[in-house]
């Protein structure tokens, strides 16, 4: 199976990186109107998986994923494109925050 990876640098701060994921992630693949888009777009896609990975870890770390200690964990984050919006609010206490 064929995937689409994108890499965009992000800079050095963790917590403005954390940020732009969420914004960018919310915004192009969580809210109705994308999901509407990427349904006609790609046909059968279910769920977007992501991570916010680091140049220096050469390990597949998704930085968004941290256990209570604050180590990251390999764990893809996930956006569900179901048509159910309560399944998108549980995996993503975010949604509604961003700023336009």
């Known amino acids: 199976m064929y995937r ?3 890499d965009i640098p992000l800079g050095p701060n963790e917590n403005d990186a954390i ?3 969420e914004d960018l992630m919310h915004w192009h693949f969580a809210d109705a109107d994308a999901k509407e888009k990427i349904k006609y777009l790609m046909g059968n896609v279910d769920q977007v998986n992501y991570r916010l990975g680091h140049d220096e870890d050469r390990q597949k770390s998704n ?3 941290k256990t209570e200690n604050g180590h990251v ?4 984050s996930r956006i569900s494109l179901s048509d159910s919006a309560d399944d998108t609010q549980e995996e993503f206490d975010w949604v509604g925050k961003m700023e336009i």
Do not use: P
């Open 4 to 6: 689409l990876h994108i």
């Open 19 to 21: 940020q732009q994921v």
């Open 63 to 65: 930085y968004l994923n």
């Open 73 to 76: 964990t390999n764990k893809k």
